[in-house]
Nanobody, 125 residues
Framework: QVQLVESGGGLVQAGGSLRLSCAAS????????MGWFRQAPGKEREFVVS????????VYADSVKGRFTISRDNAKNTVYLQMNSLKPEDTAVYYC??????????????????WGQGTQVTVSS
């Protein structure tokens, strides 16, 4: 079974940057597609990016396109989410999850499992 651990969140001013990490243990990350989601207080978990190990299969939410970039370090079995030009509306707990096989809707949290504990991102105006 795979375990995912997010880290890298924090408090940043609007326009600033953060890099989140999602470290996997138990299995090699490249064995499965994964995604990042976020959840603000009182709101549903929201899709951020889906990553299937190639640029052509990476899908970003419109709200983060051009500002967020996903990358990986195979040696560390870690995926990174570089977040630039942050806005107050990016404030949320960010989660990474493993894409479940046979679930086609990459935008739905139901298509993912093995969620980590999340990392808080707070963007002040």
């Amino acid at each position: 079974q795979v375990q995912l651990v997010e880290s890298g969140g924090g408090l940043v001013q609007a326009g600033g940057s953060l890099r989140l990490s999602c470290a996997a243990s138990g299995r090699t990350f490249s064995d499965f597609p994964m995604g990042w989601f976020r959840q603000a207080p009182g709101k549903e978990r929201e899709f951020v990016v889906s990553y299937n190990w190639s640029p052509s299969s990476t899908v970003y939410a419109d709200s983060v396109k051009g500002r967020f970039t996903i990358s990986r370090d195979n040696a560390k079995n870690t995926v990174y989410l570089q977040m630039n030009s942050l806005k107050p509306e990016d404030t949320a707990v960010y989660y990474c999850g493993r894409k479940r096989e046979y679930y086609r809707n990459i935008y739905s949290p139901s298509a993912y499992d093995c969620w980590g504990q999340g990392t808080q991102v707070t963007v002040s105006s």
